[in-house]
């Protein structure tokens, strides 16, 4: 069974540094064609992609996020962590990190997911 | 990064069939994936690769795409399908890129 929680702070400051941590099990990500993404979701909003490693450590970012944001994985403790910095309040949203697959035609989706932690951005 | 877009609500009656579409330029060459999200709840995939059903998901729910649009049906819709749905696919440019959202009210 596979599972995934996220955890970090709930209320960051404008101009601080936002750190998430995705904890999950049921797979490896030292497992070949593994991949974890992170994704958000502003209340009563659309989704919107963060970030992508794979299993070989290959990043991937949002390009409207891209100088933001920074992935990156502890393999032998089964955790992805996400940092963004320079949060503003435009920023507060759910937060979910997701298994990530490959579907051919350089296309990806996500299978299962975390429950989410919502993060406020405001001073 | 361009855009999917979808209607923002849909009404179905239950037991009728609920259709929801999702347009973009890309449809044509890109797959397109569903996801259910209730009410506080993490997004559920229902429809993955246009028209393949994951596990444990009902077949009421099947996905179609032509041109430019795919689409989403429920067949027989269930109080329990209330919901937004979100379609999800790849731009022109690689972009991951979900949906505008539509709300489902089964009533």
């Known amino acids: 069974q596979v599972t995934l929680k996220e955890s970090g702070p709930a209320l960051v400051k404008p101009t601080q540094t936002l750190t998430l941590t995705c904890t999950f099990s049921?797979?490896?990500?030292?497992?070949?064609?593994?991949?974890v993404s992170w994704i958000r979701q502003p209340p009563g909003k659309a989704l919107e992609w963060l970030a992508r490693?794979?299993?070989?450590?290959?990043?991937f970012y949002s390009t409207s996020l891209r100088t933001r944001l920074t992935i990156s994985k502890d393999t032998s403790k089964n955790q992805v962590v996400l940092t963004m910095t320079n949060m503003d309040p435009v920023d507060t949203a759910t937060y979910y990190c997701?298994?990530?697959?490959?579907?051919?035609?350089?296309?990806?989706?996500?299978?299962?997911w975390g429950q989410g932690t919502l993060v406020t951005v405001s001073s | 990064s361009d855009e999917v877009t979808q209607p923002p609500s849909v009404s179905v009656s239950p037991g009728q069939t609920a259709r929801i579409t999702c347009s973009g330029d890309a449809l044509p060459k890109k797959y397109a994936y569903w996801y259910q999200q209730k009410s506080g709840q993490a997004p559920v995939l229902v429809i993955y690769?246009?028209?393949r059903r994951p596990s444990g998901i009902p077949e009421r729910f099947s996905g179609s795409s032509s041109g430019t649009m795919a689409t989403l049906t429920i067949s027989g819709a269930q109080v329990e399908d209330e919901a937004d749905y979100y379609c999800y696919s790849t731009d022109s440019s690689g972009n991951h890129v979900f949906g505008t959202g539509t709300k489902v009210t089964v009533l």
């Open positions: 997701a298994r990530t697959w490959y579907s051919g035609t350089d296309q990806y989706y996500f299978d299962d």
């Open positions: 690769e246009d028209r």
């Open positions: 049921g797979f490896s990500l030292s497992t070949s064609s593994m991949r």
């Open positions: 490693i794979d299993w070989d450590d290959d990043k």
